[in-house]
Each structure stands twice: as structure tokens, then as C-alpha cells.
């Protein structure tokens, strides 16, 4: 049992006025020369990025670093979750020039490691998978001293769809959980618990030896025991790597947040993680999956070797990598 206190009683309807942040959820205005050649770079690009399209808080920390994370496939998404501050609408079709201007980016910034999401592309026959492979093996091509690490939607689990991302050969899938079991139809009404499991058991199936990392928010309204759930339920599929960070409510349209977690209690799961046997967890209120994510790639891959349990193998785990789930 972690133990966490409560530090704020819980919210849940969203009539309710915006919560303040605490002290430790202040960040400092964007500034410097940096940050504005990153801003004018990814400008020039064409290409969107999760720091804007979601709002990230990071966004004047990571651009000042001269870093960003990519979102292919344009800026309107096919689902309506219920925390991510990027547009449901229909989307545009997919820019055939798109991977040579992400590599460009990729390039002018001299990235060491690139983060690529997207927005869902539910409304594609491959879900915007060959395109995603496209992207990679463009930035491969122009810079091939950088490390990819891609964040896809779940691709309703197909594993012909997760097969044609694997195969473009980037260095970590990441694949995000985002909540414990009982808020994901809440909070993510067209994704499903399980099926995100599955993409990341998948992936260890087609490519036993590629890194695979995952993250959620807290401050849903999750229990400690849930959040233990979670990082087991994530280590039963191999999955290697973890993030985790506070949950912000990014509208007053979105869920809100039922409460704040202090860093120490951060620090608490990251033990708890590690005890679990991740190769690497990285546990903080800014915390977000692409946050410092060289840093986090890095130390994982530095890790070596690393060693999956037995009950989670995918020797073990009964599903054919060949077959929707």
C-alpha cells in the first residue's frame, strides 16, 4: 500500500470552478532566443506538435531546449477524450510531404532523440500506420544519428497496423495507458483498458527486443490501489519503460482534476516502479510522456539486458500477434 495522503478533497462535476495550481505546478513564461527559433522552426515545418495542439505546461521548458514532439497526421483527431485539450473533427488527409518535413525539422533542430505522435486516424484503412512508418524511416534517412521513439493511437490493437510501425525499426514504441481501468470509459469514452494492454503485449510479440513504455495521468479520481493495478497490469505485458504525472485540466469543458499529488508522492511510486521491475520510471507532477524523453530513453536503454516476468511473457500471454484482439 502506498499510503497517499490526500491533499485536497476530490471534485467531480464540472460546473465547479477550476482548481488553483500549487506551488509546485508554476512554470515560468516562454523566453529567449532559443525558444523562438524552435517555435519558428516548427512554424516553418508545417507540422503541429503536442506541446501546442494539448496544451502541454512543458511546452516553454522543452522548447527553450530547442526540442519538441511532433503530431503527424494533422490537428484534428477522431476521438473525443474527455482530458486532451487537441480538436475532434474530421480530419484532412494525410500530407503526402509530410515525413520530409518533419525530418527537416527534425534536422535544423539536430535532435538526438524525436518523439512522434499523432492525433487517431480512425478514419483511415491502416489508421495512419504507414504513414507513421513513413515518418520514421524519413528522419532516419536525413538524420540517421537520432533516436525515434513513436507514440501511436491504439490502432484498435491490429497487429497489422502495429506491424507496420515496428517494422519502420524505431528505437522504443510507446504506447500510453493514459488511466486505471474503471476511468477509461470515463475519460477516454473510444479507447479501451485492455486493448491498450494488448498494444503494448503486441509489439513485444513482433519485436521482442524494442523498448516499449507507457504512461498515465493521476488526479482523476484513481485510487493507490488502482494506480499499483496499473503499473502490474503494464509489467504483465512487458512493458519496459513508465511515465507518470499529474493529471491538469486543460478546459473548463474537459474532466476535472479530483486532486493534486505532491512530488514526494511522486517519488513514492517511482519506488513502487521499480520494485515492479520497469527498466526505467520516471514519476513527477510535469511528467509527461515526452517529457525529457532523451533523458528517459537514455537511462532505459543504458539499463541493458533488461528481463521481463515469467507470467508476462509473451510466450506465455495466449494471443496471436497475427490476430485482432
Avoid at 527553450?64 to 474527455?82: E, H, N, V, W, Y
Avoid at 525530418?103 to 532523440?113: D, K, T
Avoid at 524505431?170 to 476511468?183: F, K
Avoid at 513514492?268 to 516502479?273: E, K, N, P, S
Amino acid at each position: 500500500m502506498l499510503n497517499l495522503p490526500i491533499l485536497s478533497p476530490p471534485e467531480t462535476s464540472r460546473a465547479q470552478t477550476r482548481r488553483r495550481l500549487p506551488p509546485w505546478l508554476k512554470r515560468p513564461l516562454p523566453a529567449g532566443r532559443t525558444f523562438a527559433l524552435t517555435k519558428r522552426t516548427v512554424a516553418d515545418s508545417g507540422v503541429a506538435t503536442v506541446c501546442q495542439e494539448a496544451r502541454c505546461p512543458n511546452l516553454s521548458e522543452c522548447w527553450s531546449a530547442k526540442t519538441a514532439t511532433f503530431m503527424i497526421l494533422g490537428d484534428r483527431c477522431t476521438r473525443r477524450c474527455q482530458y486532451c485539450a487537441v480538436s475532434t473533427a474530421r480530419p484532412d488527409p494525410p500530407a503526402e510531404d509530410e515525413p520530409q518535413r518533419l525530418a527537416q525539422a527534425v534536422a535544423r533542430l539536430g535532435l538526438r532523440h524525436v518523439v512522434i505522435t499523432a492525433v487517431a486516424r480512425d478514419d483511415l484503412p491502416d489508421e495512419g500506420a504507414g504513414h507513421f512508418a513513413a515518418c520514421v524511416r524519413r528522419i532516419g534517412q536525413t538524420r540517421p544519428q537520432a533516436t525515434v521513439e513513436v507514440l501511436p493511437a491504439d490502432f484498435h490493437a491490429r497487429p497489422d497496423c502495429i506491424a507496420a510501425v515496428c517494422d519502420a525499426a524505431p528505437d522504443i514504441y510507446n504506447h500510453n495507458i493514459e488511466t486505471v481501468e474503471r476511468l477509461t470509459p470515463i475519460v477516454r469514452p473510444q479507447a479501451r483498458y485492455r486493448r491498450s494492454l494488448d498494444v503494448l503485449r503486441i509489439v513485444k510479440l513482433l519485436s521482442p527486443d524494442m523498448l516499449t513504455k507507457s504512461g498515465l495521468m493521476i488526479g482523476l479520481g484513481e485510487t493507490e490501489d488502482e494506480i499499483t493495478r496499473t503499473f502490474e497490469d503494464l509489467r504483465q505485458v512487458d512493458c519496459d519503460v513508465l511515465t507518470v504525472g499529474q493529471y491538469l485540466q486543460p478546459t473548463p469543458g474537459h474532466t476535472p482534476v479530483a486532486r493534486f499529488y505532491h512530488p514526494r508522492e511522486f517519488d513514492r511510486l517511482a519506488r513502487v516502479a521499480d520494485d515492479l521491475g520497469f527498466v526505467s520510471a520516471a514519476c513527477g507532477p510535469f511528467v509527461r510522456s515526452s517529457y525529457n524523453a532523451a533523458e528517459v530513453f537514455a537511462r532505459s536503454r543504458a539499463a541493458g539486458n533488461h528481463t521481463t516476468p515469467t507470467s508476462g511473457s509473451p510466450e506465455r500471454s495466449g494471443l496471436d500477434p497475427r490476430e485482432p484482439s
